[in-house]
């Protein structure tokens, strides 16, 4: 069964900086978009942003300049650089590859922004 694993969260002051890494644990045929989500407590799971096969990117107004997502299909992994940090982007942050036969969602890291 396909499991997906995500690494780098962490505690970080305002204005700082994470990369967070997610990583499958078996090939995912045929990827078709990668991104993350985040879900903050008391609130709905949000999209962060997405990237597709081809490379086009989609952010949230709320992270645009500021995130960078990535991938290498090759390697079934997906990237979210994180620069600016503010309080407001203190979340579990998720993981979620798309395969031709299914979707995977990682179990979620924390990222807490101190003001």
């Known amino acids: ?20 890494s ?24 949000e999209l962060v942003g997405d990237i597709t096969s081809g490379g086009t990117t989609n952010y949230a107004d ?15 992994s997906v990237y979210l650089q ?6 407001e982007d203190t979340a579990v942050y998720y993981c979620t590859i798309r395969g031709r036969f299914g979707t995977y969602w990682g179990q979620g890291t924390q990222v807490t922004v101190s003001s």
Do not use: H
């Open 82 to 87: 994180m620069n600016s940090l503010k309080p």
């Open 1 to 20: 069964q396909v499991q997906l694993r995500e690494s780098g969260g962490g505690l970080v002051q305002f204005g700082g900086s994470l990369r967070l």
């Open 62 to 76: 709320s992270v645009k300049g500021r995130f960078t997502i990535s991938a290498d299909n090759a390697k079934n």
């Open 22 to 45: 997610c990583a499958a644990n078996a090939n995912i045929f045929g990827i078709k978009n990668s991104g993350w989500y985040r879900q903050a407590p008391g609130k709905q799971r």
